[in-house]
């Protein structure tokens, strides 16, 4: 098993990580990388392993070895997968053995010592080194009780933090992000701050579960920076952090560095309903978080009634021209007194008022941004779309007063729910329908498999539309829905899949279903 650092401060993560093996009664070698600017932890063993075991015990050891380097420093562990699929090609992922021909001349891919220093003879400390055997990797596992959901280090419950009883000022400041001075924090504290920058990676564990190669896809997506004793995390970890540092003990002072935004007029000619009154209210308590709002609650007509209170500059983010023609239609009705400009596509005419921009074109890495610093306010349309990396990026960076999100599904299909507080703060308010409907999800389990070995999209979307008893199974359920007075809506991704569910419905007992699909300029005008 081998654990692979890269990072300025790999010589430290290694050194601890080999130490706390040490601890557990196994016997590593630390190499040092053919880069020279990483290093690998390798343990043996005496018999055949699990390498879902092996694993286990390795992220269990490295949770309890180094809290001050864990996440900055860790890339993998070696194997990454579980097993091999049985008609796969290949062995996984691979890592190259150490002791490689000239780059032993340069230093490199050579066992060293705790000081990083080669051992005198490479041949003979491999010799000498300890093999484990299985029974000694199932008591250290039962002994580390790694988390098996995400296999990540247990972040300090709230108890353990209040009872270190800790004393002393931390210092803590914001802007587009939060910076806290880690001098004088204990290391327990530390884990649980850096615990608020590191996400699970949902991508990572799919693939390993379906048995495709994590080349090039983290275990963890890492969202905060360490440099000189101060910890640096996203915007919206502000309360999370104020409360950590407060529970431990610690007297914080915080200073917030964000411009002063200029004022402009803006006043709502609107009446809001009671449940959008009350959205308003508590959004505006916080200068930053997501109001979560079904369709049909009146999202926008709320994010106007924002921003005649908050009377700043606003720049309204959307994903979609489509969206964006919505927006000026509401901003001309419920705020008839501002200049609404527009960015997006070859229409970049700025009000500098309240000015509506598609995420596009701000999300390409030629993409000008500056111009975003100039609001004091950033409402993001449909923010569970933040996850994408580009806009992620720029929303990241954008140093203003307030940021509102809103949308209806605060989720995304990835699984990277978690980095829409980030970038726009915690869920502040959750706008319940007056007569909500029911909705039920049925799991409907079919005999569907896709046997080939590597995963090919339109090859499994092709295969899904051919495929006849789950087609059959379909135009059964749209059947029983139809005739219990339901109106159905089915979306499909192929025409061929249109066709094919037309034909089974054609002898059912139902009304002739209804069939369209979006114009080539309907297409375009819903693209960013």
């Known amino acids: 098993m081998v654990c692979d650092f890269d990072s300025d401060d790999f010589k430290q993560a290694a050194r601890a990580y080999a130490e706390e093996c040490k601890n557990h009664g196994l016997d590593p070698l630390i190499e040092v990388s053919r880069s020279g600017n990483g290093a690998h932890v390798w343990a043996f063993f005496d018999e055949p392993i699990p390498a879902g075991l092996a694993r286990s015990v390795g992220i269990g050891l490295l949770a309890k070895a180094s809290p001050d380097s864990y996440f900055s420093s860790f890339d993998r562990f070696f194997p990454s997968q579980d097993t091999l699929p049985a008609r796969g090609r290949g062995f996984g992922n691979l890592i190259a053995l150490p002791l490689a021909g000239h780059h032993r001349s340069e230093g490199t891919t050579v066992f060293v010592d705790s000081n990083f220093q080669p051992l005198p003879d490479q041949f003979e400390a491999l010799s000498k080194t300890k093999k484990s055997s299985l029974s000694e990797l199932k008591r250290i596992y039962a002994a580390l009780q790694p988390d098996p959901e995400t296999s990540l280090p247990q972040a300090p419950t709230r108890e353990e933090l209040q009872k270190l009883r800790a004393s002393g000022k931390v210092h803590v400041t914001h802007d587009s992000h939060v910076h806290v001075d880690l001098s004088g924090v204990d290391a327990t504290t530390r884990t649980a701050l850096r615990h608020l920058g590191a996400i699970a990676n949902p991508q990572f564990y799919i693939k390993q579960a379906q048995r495709f190669s994590t080349f090039g896809t983290p275990r963890l997506i890492v969202r905060f920076d360490e440099k000189d004793q101060v910890l640096t995390l996203d915007r919206g970890t502000l309360d999370d952090v104020l409360d950590i540092l407060k529970t431990a003990g610690y007297t914080v002072t915080r200073r917030g560095h964000t411009p002063k935004p200029r004022r402009i007029d803006a006043s709502f000619a609107g009446e809001l309903r009671s449940y959008q009154h009350s959205a308003v209210k508590q959004m505006l308590k916080r200068k ?241």
Request: aromatic residues 6%; contains cysteine.
């Open 288 to 528: 930053s978080g997501m109001l979560i709002a079904p369709p049909g609650t009146g999202k926008t007509v709320m994010a106007c009634a924002i921003i005649a209170q908050r009377q700043v500059p606003t720049a309204v983010i959307v994903p979609s021209r489509e969206l964006a023609t919505q927006w000026r239609q509401a901003l001309k009705q419920f705020l008839p007194e501002v200049q609404v400009g527009q960015y997006s596509g070859t229409k970049k005419k700025l009000s500098g008022e309240i000015d509506i921009v598609t995420a596009q074109s701000i999300s390409r890495n030629d993409s000008k941004t500056d111009f975003l610093s100039g609001y004091g306010h950033i409402i993001i349309d449909e923010c569970h779309r933040v996850g994408a990396a580009g806009l992620t990026n720029v929303l990241a960076h954008i140093n203003v007063r307030f940021i509102l999100g809103m949308t209806a599904t605060p989720y995304r299909s990835d699984g990277l729910d978690k980095l829409l507080p980030l970038i726009c703060g915690p869920i502040r308010h959750i706008v319940e329908l007056e007569r909500p409907g029911r909705r039920d999800y049925v799991v409907h389990n079919t005999e569907f498999t896709y046997d080939s070995p590597y995963l090919f999209w339109p090859d499994l979307d092709t295969a899904l539309a051919a495929d006849e008893h789950r087609n059959r199974l379909i135009a059964d359920v749209i059947t029983q829905a139809a005739q219990g007075e339901h109106t159905v809506l089915v979306l499909v991704k192929r025409r061929e899949h249109l066709a094919a569910l037309n034909a089974l419905l054609t002898d059912a007992p139902l009304p002739r279903p209804s069939t369209a699909r979006r114009t080539k300029s309907q297409r375009e005008a819903s693209r960013p």
